[in-house]
């Protein structure tokens, strides 16, 4: 496999050779007299830029100097940016002074060191504005990647949240339906039997319901529907369940096992506590531009089932997890003997 050449080299050639460009075109369009000597000087000005420049980003890697508080970066910004200046402005002048064959004992001249600080000065100006891009561009880069990893945290938090919630809804609705069925063992072995298969079926639907966020609202229904045929076995005639479904709702996304919660929030905080039992009656439509399921079971909502009731509880946290503000759920008395518990979501086409 070819290695490709980094987006540092590319930038770093791109850079100094642009710089080539620029000196070249002001000396061939404004100049008053020819150079000695001005490819060559500009060429070694360009290696030495590169070498200087490479050199304080090996320095600012080594020394780790961007994991640093920001006022000591700005302190170790201007030293190295100064040090590199006085580097590339020496080298610079002496390869001129070479090639002018003026160099050796003019070493030791004062004028030597003036043209070195003069040439400085300027290559302090185009170090800086490297070292600002070079810092820049790191400054990006690393909120860039605080901000994926702050996606990827609340991903994650999300997920556990949802797995959460998910754990506790499963030993909830089990320990219901053994109930239901311990009381068949004694006087129906054969119903019994049946009932085992229909917990076995929901079992097996919830287990595949963990590994998804939504389920279709058909399956969904036949989670249901095998959980109130449970329920049946308990309350006998005391229980009516009525359904009205809109079919072109069916293949609507809802959040796994959150209807059954709430249909078995309905009979152990409303049926359960009626001697005569009472009714539950399921409906999904469409309702403008949203899906809207509804129970409504015979009952009251008591205080302390409607702030801290787990099913509701739940309900509330996933719909939020799921689809933020684009879902709604409320549960409230519409009469005396009636509860209606309502979820709106967005609809999926």
């Not at 009932?195 to 595949?208: D, F, G, H, Q, V």
């Not at 015979?298 to 997890?321: K, M, P, W």
Request: hydrophobic fraction near 45%; aromatic fraction near 12%; glycine fraction near 4%.
């Amino acid at each position: 496999m070819k290695s490709r050449l980094s987006l540092y080299w590319i930038y770093q050639i791109g850079g100094w050779s642009s710089y080539c460009v620029i000196y070249t075109f002001f000396y061939l369009t404004i100049r008053t007299k020819p150079l000695d000597h001005f490819f060559t000087s500009l060429f070694f000005d360009t290696v030495l830029g590169i070498l200087s420049t490479h050199l304080m980003r090996i320095v600012i890697k080594k020394g780790k100097l961007l994991a640093k508080p920001a006022n000591l970066q700005i302190v170790y910004f201007f030293i190295i940016t100064f040090f590199f200046s006085l580097f590339y402005s020496f080298l610079s002048v002496l390869i001129e002074d070479n090639m002018l064959g003026i160099w050796g004992d003019r070493m030791k001249d004062l004028k030597f060191t003036n043209k070195v600080i003069r040439v400085s000065l300027g290559c302090f100006l185009f170090l800086t504005i490297w070292n600002l891009l070079y810092y820049i561009y790191h400054f990006a880069k690393s909120s860039r990647e605080q901000m994926i990893d702050k996606i990827r945290l609340e991903s994650l938090v999300k997920e556990l949240e949802l797995k959460t919630i998910k754990s506790h809804i499963n030993p909830h609705f089990i320990f219901n339906a053994l109930n239901s069925i311990r009381a068949l063992v004694d006087e129906d072995p054969q119903r019994a039997r049946t009932a085992i298969t229909e917990l076995s079926n929901i079992l097996r639907s919830s287990m595949k319901a963990e590994k998804m966020e939504t389920t279709t609202l058909e399956k969904e229904l036949n989670i249901v529907k095998d959980y109130l045929a449970l329920e049946l076995i308990r309350f006998e005639k005391r229980l009516k369940i009525t359904y009205q479904i809109d079919e072109d709702t069916l293949d609507q996304p809802v959040p796994p096992m959150m209807l059954q919660t709430l249909v078995e929030n309905a009979i152990k905080h409303g049926i359960s506590k009626k001697v005569e039992g009472g009714n539950i009656h399921i409906i999904s439509d469409f309702v403008g531009d949203k899906h809207e399921l509804v129970i409504r079971n015979s009952g009251q909502i008591e205080d302390e089932v409607n702030s801290d009731g787990f099913g509701v509880a739940s309900t509330y946290n996933r719909l939020n997890l799921l689809f933020g503000k684009n879902a709604k759920f409320e549960i409230k008395n519409i009469d005396t003997d009636t509860v209606e518990a309502k979820i709106t979501l967005p609809v999926s086409i």
